[in-house]
């Protein structure tokens, strides 16, 4: 499997994570330079290029503040795994509208957590009130911090600590 490189910006600043044809073309066009190595090499018909782990990008690139993707694997994550009900921790989660979406709930950070399937089913499109359940903790967006956007590659890229902690 392709590991993920981390792009940095031309200040530093962690922004993205790319595979590694796509860091060594960055590199070789000059758009980008090698920061950190250390992951063997990589073959191509004709030679072979040192396999980057982090790459620092020449030019600074202008963007908008991060935010978290509002996605199910970022809610799940935002939630420790564990069903915002019944607290239990599980592998097969799903996400809850806390005001079912036929009354009008949005789908955003503060109405959305990671509940199991019985207490999903237990609620069924009906609202706390009406069921009796309680959240354990009030949803919010998760901070933009580097640490958070990119916590998800750290345990198989710790080389990345020092390059994510405190943006
Ligand atoms: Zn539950």
Request: hydrophobic share 35%.
């Amino acid at each position: 499997m392709q590991r993920p490189v981390l792009v940095l910006n031309a200040n530093f600043e962690p922004i993205n994570v790319c595979n590694p044809h796509r860091a060594i073309s960055l590199i070789l066009s000059g758009k980008a330079d090698l920061v950190l190595n250390g992951r063997g090499v990589i073959h191509t018909v004709s030679r072979e290029y040192p396999e980057p782990s982090i790459i620092r990008l020449e030019k600074m690139v202008r963007r908008p503040r991060p935010r978290v993707r509002l996605t199910k694997r970022e809610i799940l994550r935002r939630d420790n795994y564990i069903c915002q009900y019944c607290g239990q921790h599980g592998t097969y989660l799903t996400v809850d509208h806390i005001i079912p979406r036929r009354l009008g709930g949005q789908h955003a950070w503060n109405n959305l957590v990671a509940a199991c399937p019985s207490c999903n089913h237990r609620k069924g499109g009906r609202t706390l009130d009406q069921v009796q359940m309680y959240l354990l903790r009030i949803p919010t967006e998760p901070p933009a911090t580097a640490t958070y956007i990119f916590g998800r590659h750290m345990h198989d890229n710790q080389e990345w600590g020092p390059f994510i902690e405190g943006w």
